[in-house]
């Protein structure tokens, strides 16, 4: 595999070099669940951890103990009954704790953003976010307020970490086992930016066949078979089928993606 995997803000860039290891295998997980967690801090908190900070750690962590109940029996029974499910034993427990874990970890970063803030000049999400309750400070059916913006950046992290590290994983895989195709990525991206260049989404247009690369790894190696669920809005006729408003929607992701008729 080529020594390049990269999880940028700016200019910086996080280097997985090979050669460290001296040709054995080694896990990329870590860092990489890591570095996916930071473009998350950087989004919502404008600014990044070391990745051996101890703050990050945890974070990552509880994540994980989230991700692990995620989807489970446990869940589900939750979903089904909380109010039941809060005063029984399980591993849910442990989950409840690491969320609670993750909400105040955004408290505490809502809580610096209150002290240094600058409502003209907003840096990151946080920043947006309590410019918004500012506007909003007089409308009584406004729904901008702290307590939603921790729950906000908590659903960043929770369900934002565990897929991007996913599909990067995927990735990786599938380029080391096309060694070819992995190159003329590499290829493209030193041609467009050199190997010290700043890559931003809006450059995805000069990439065309990393761009394709991208996309083809998620079309093909999905992470999940049903999306969050939706509830209509109002009364939907499609496909021959009477939606009535209220309906709670699954949407079949396996059906959309492997279609043959549209890859």
């Known amino acids: 595999m080529s020594s390049w995997i990269t999880n940028r803000k700016s200019r910086n860039l996080i280097v997985l070099n090979i050669f460290h290891f001296s040709g054995q295998p080694f896990d990329?997980?870590?860092?990489?669940?890591?570095?996916?967690?930071?473009?998350?801090?950087?989004?919502?908190?404008?600014?990044?951890?070391?990745?051996?900070?101890?703050?990050?750690?945890?974070?990552?962590?509880?994540?994980?103990?989230?991700?692990?109940?995620?989807?489970?029996?446990?869940?589900?029974?939750?979903?089904?009954?909380?109010?039941?499910?809060?005063?029984?034993?399980?591993?849910?427990q442990k989950a409840l704790d690491s969320a609670e874990f993750i909400l105040s970890f955004g408290r505490q970063?809502?809580?610096?953003?209150?002290?240094?803030?600058?409502?003209?000049?907003?840096?990151?999400?946080?920043?947006?976010?309590?410019?918004?309750?500012?506007?909003?400070?007089?409308?009584?059916?406004?729904?901008?307020?702290?307590?939603?913006?921790?729950?906000?950046?908590?659903?960043?992290?929770?369900?934002?970490?565990?897929?991007?590290?996913?599909?990067?994983m995927w990735a990786v895989l599938l380029l080391a086992n096309h060694p070819d195709i992995q190159e003329k990525v590499h290829k493209e991206i030193e041609e467009i930016f050199g190997a010290s260049g700043s890559i931003s989404y809006q450059d995805r247009h000069k990439l065309p066949y990393t761009n394709a690369v991208i996309h083809e790894t998620q079309q093909a190696k999905y992470i999940t078979l049903i999306v969050i669920p939706r509830e209509s809005i109002r009364d939907v006729n499609m496909a021959g089928f009477h939606i009535p408003k209220g309906t709670v929607i699954l949407s079949d992701l396996h059906s959309v993606l492997l279609d043959p008729e549209l890859f």
């Open 28 to 92: 990329p997980s870590l860092p990489f669940v890591k570095s996916v967690a930071n473009v998350i801090c950087t989004l919502s908190f404008g600014h990044q951890f070391a990745l051996e900070d101890k703050n990050l750690q945890k974070l990552v962590q509880n994540i994980n103990n989230i991700e692990k109940v995620a989807g489970g029996v446990f869940h589900m029974l939750f979903e089904m009954a909380p109010w039941l499910m809060k005063q029984l034993p399980g591993p849910h």
């Open 109 to 168: 970063e809502i809580e610096r953003h209150k002290q240094y803030q600058s409502l003209h000049e907003p840096q990151d999400f946080i920043d947006f976010y309590l410019l918004q309750i500012e506007k909003n400070r007089n409308d009584p059916n406004s729904v901008y307020n702290e307590e939603n913006l921790a729950c906000c950046l908590a659903e960043l992290f929770v369900a934002g970490t565990d897929t991007t590290f996913s599909t990067l």
